[in-house]
């Protein structure tokens, strides 16, 4: 396939049989394609974490940027959004758990999610951050 034709055919891929559009036109109907596909990236991290409170058993949701996900272990996730003096519970034989010193809890972190943009605006109208 020549280059003319590769051209012809991402032309009518991008904008159909029109003869209408200019070389420049194209070039911008592409780029904010490419922008709309970059919408979908998974750019967040819905976070679940399991607390204990005696009896008690609770979940805390949290919606966090993906390089802070990626880059924090279970402990670093619920040192930042849970308590920043928690510890390993030496008494958990899976060693999942961190004692909550301010909540005198137990948490962990159950679950972690990727989620485009478009998502996490819809769980923020829930009121889910």
Not at 102 to 127: H, Q
Request: hydrophobic letters at 35%; a negative charge; charged letters at 35%.
């Amino acid at each position: 396939m020549s280059f003319e034709e590769k051209y012809i055919e991402l032309k009518e891929a991008l904008v159909g049989a029109s003869p209408n559009w200019t070389h420049e036109e194209l070039v911008e109907r592409a780029l904010e394609l490419v922008d709309e596909v970059s919408e979908c990236e998974e750019e967040y991290v819905f976070v679940r974490f399991h607390i204990i409170d005696g009896d008690r058993e609770s979940l805390q949701d949290v919606i966090t940027p993906k390089t802070t996900s990626d880059a924090e272990t279970d402990e670093g996730l619920i040192k930042m959004y849970i308590d920043d003096d928690a510890t390993i519970d030496s008494d958990d034989p899976q060693g999942d758990y961190y004692w909550i010193y301010g909540m005198e809890a137990l948490c962990k972190v159950m679950s972690r999610k990727p989620m485009t943009r478009k998502t996490k605006e819809l769980f923020n109208s829930y009121g889910v951050y």
